[in-house]
Every structure is written in C-alpha cells, then in structure tokens.
C-alpha cells in the first residue's frame, strides 16, 4: 500500500525553525521527485519546495528561497524540510508528495512542485507561526 506520511508540524514562533519529514513507503522512490507543497486557510495549494530523488536537484518557491531547505534520504525513502526564520505567512497545512517516475530529460519539469504531475499525496501536517 502506498503511502506518504507527514511529521514535525507544530506550533512555533516567528523567526523559529521546524523539520518536517515525509516518510515515503509502497512504492520506488527512484526516478521521481518528492516534495512539499502547502495550503493556507483560503488559499490555493501551493508548491514550496520539491528535490529530484535522482540527483538531488532542487527547487524553492520565491517566497521560500534562502529560508528553507530541502533534503532526501533515499536509504530511508524520506524527505525532509527544514524551515528556519519561520514567518506567520508561513502558517499552512503541508502536504508531501511524490511524481510518478520520470526519464532525465524530464528532471526540470518533474522538479518544479507541478500538482498536476504528482501521483502521491500525504495527508498533511500543520505548521502554524505565531506572530
């Protein structure tokens, strides 16, 4: 059964850090990108961050870049994100999610947090900043 599990959401102060994990099993994690996506309360679904579990190519919303950071273990089929100097526009529900299996010239366009592209999705976890 395949299935993606979200931890580490809290509540944390502005200018905290947090590390979300996505632990990944049922499925290969070979060839595919893995990341995070979040979605405020009346917002849209948004991508944040996602990494390429081929050759750790990364990619970071604006709104995230210099603040968060990626990361895979693909011995352990997990993905983590680390989030410092955390803001109350920060405050969502993170979701993790994973595309299906791609070939290397496609590596740029899996990468990049696409919803439409992703074939998994966890459940999510809640990070709220207070400000």
């Known amino acids: 059964e395949v299935a993606l599990v979200e931890s580490g959401g809290a509540l944390v102060q502005a200018g905290g850090s947090l590390r979300l994990s996505c632990a990944a099993s049922?499925?290969?994690?070979?060839?595919?990108?893995i990341g995070w996506f979040r979605q405020a309360p009346g917002k849209e679904r948004e991508g944040v961050s996602c990494?390429?579990?081929?050759?750790?190519?990364?990619y970071y919303a604006d709104s995230v870049k210099g603040r968060f950071t990626i990361s895979s273990d693909n011995a352990e089929n997990t993905v983590y994100l680390q989030m410092n100097d955390l803001k109350a526009e920060d405050t969502a529900v993170y979701y993790c999610?994973?595309?299906?299996?791609?070939?290397?010239?496609?590596?740029?366009?899996?990468?990049?947090?696409?919803?439409?592209?992703?074939?998994?999705w966890g459940q999510g976890t809640q990070v709220t900043v207070s400000s």
């Open positions: 999610a994973a595309t299906g299996p791609f070939v290397p010239a496609l590596r740029d366009v899996f990468v990049e947090c696409r919803e439409v592209l992703q074939d998994y």
């Open positions: 049922g499925f290969s994690f070979d060839d595919r990108s």
């Open positions: 990494i390429s579990s081929s050759d750790g190519t990364t």
